[in-house]
Each structure stands twice: as C-alpha cells, then as structure tokens.
C-alpha cells in the first residue's frame, strides 16, 4: 500500500484564488482526517469523517472551508476565497477502527501571496 | 474530555546520552496514548502506540514510553540519542471516536 496520498505537495497561489486540496485514503480505512499545521498554532483538527460522512467540522475557520467525501476514498478540502493567513501545511490522515493509530500523508504546503 | 500536556516546549541532549521527552494526560475514558515524530517538512509518523496491553510500550529506532495510569503520565525515552533524533515530537490521546488529541509538541535538537 502506498500510504496516504495527498496532491499537491506544493501550492502558491493569490490571494482570492480557489485552492483545493486532494487526500486518497488507505485502503480500507473508514476514517478521514484533515489538519492544519502552522508554527503559531501548531497541529489543528479542521474536520473529520467516518464511513464518508462528517462527524466533527469544529475546526473548520470560517465558510470559506469546505470538505467533502465523495467515495469511501477519496476527500478534498477546498478553500475559497483563499486569503494569506490560509498559509500553512495541511496534512490529512486515515484511520481504521476505533483506538487504531492515525496514518498521515506528506501534507500540502500552501502558500497564499 | 480528552488533553495532552508535553512539558517541555525544547530538549537538547549530547549524541549518545539519553533522551527524556514528557507527557502528562487527561482522559474521560481508558486511554489511547501515541507518541508520533515530524522530521523538519515532512509528514507525522507512528512512533509507538498504548492500547491497554503492556504498560512498557516499545517502538521504533529505540524509543519506549511507559504508561503510568497513577501519574497520568506517558513519558517517551531512548538510552542513547543519535544525531537523527532531532525531530518535533507529539504525543497524542485518543478518543473511542478515534479524534485524535495533540501535544503542543517537543522539539529534540541532539548536539554532537
């Protein structure tokens, strides 16, 4: 198994512009992660899901966040409009059944100018 | 609810001399403790992981962490330090929803 995929691993964009965030889970896992990592506010939750549909969307910032599962495999995270204050890595990570470890992909760089 | 404290923002230590990295809970439930690592820009990786089995957990590149359910402690430890060590550490409780909660983290620099 190749792990967790996520796409891209590099992204700068403008400020205003339509970012989305790709994550392909492992397969077989049923749970689906996305965080937020930046150096003020360290590893945040922004949302997350079991058996594709979400459970806890808490974190997410503000409207401008959305997540969806379309498949059991498969979850994007789009921010629209983008702003700087978006800059960070965003990681997202599968899970399998409860008390299991979180697996995490190698995480988005986003770069908001 | 569910928390982590890691008690040490920073820890340097010489190659070759032990390594100590802190971490206190908080758990309404029986908890599951992990310790993870993040070399610098790269993603987070198991380091091992306590599901109520063994108190003494053992995980990879030498590292072990002991649950003590009495101190509500979950403190990660290696005998000798080695130059690829220098990484951020996290320790993690986990809910029976599998949310994971995060340490602020440890950052570990090895001096040679």
């Known amino acids: 198994d190749a792990g967790v995929i996520q796409s891209p691993r590099h992204e700068v964009t403008e400020m205003g512009q339509e970012v989305t965030l790709r994550c392909k889970l492992i397969s077989g896992h049923n749970s689906l992660f996305w965080y937020r990592q930046t150096m003020m506010r360290g590893l945040e939750l922004l949302i997350y899901f079991n058996n594709n549909v979400p459970i806890d969307d808490s974190g997410m910032p503000e409207d401008r966040f959305s997540a969806k599962m379309p498949n059991a495999s498969f979850s994007t995270l789009k921010i629209q409009p983008s702003e700087p204050r978006d800059s960070a890595v965003y990681f997202c990570a599968s899970g399998g059944s409860s008390y299991n470890e979180q697996f995490f992909g190698p995480g988005t760089r986003l770069t908001v100018l | 609810a569910q928390s982590v404290t890691q008690l040490d923002s920073h820890v340097s230590v010489s190659e070759g001399t032990p390594v100590l990295l802190r971490c206190n809970y908080s758990?309404?439930?029986?908890?599951?403790l992990f310790w993870y690592v993040q070399h610098p820009n790269k993603g987070l990786q198991l380091l091992l992981k306590y599901t109520s089995a063994a108190t003494l957990v053992k995980g990879i590149n030498g590292f072990e962490a002991e649950f003590k359910k009495s101190e509500t402690s979950f403190h990660l430890t290696k005998p000798s330090a080695h130059m690829s060590d220098a990484a951020e550490y996290f320790c993690v409780v986990s809910d029976p929803g599998n949310q994971f909660y995060f340490g602020t983290g440890t950052s570990l620099t090895v001096i040679p």
């Open positions: 758990s309404s439930y029986s908890p599951s």
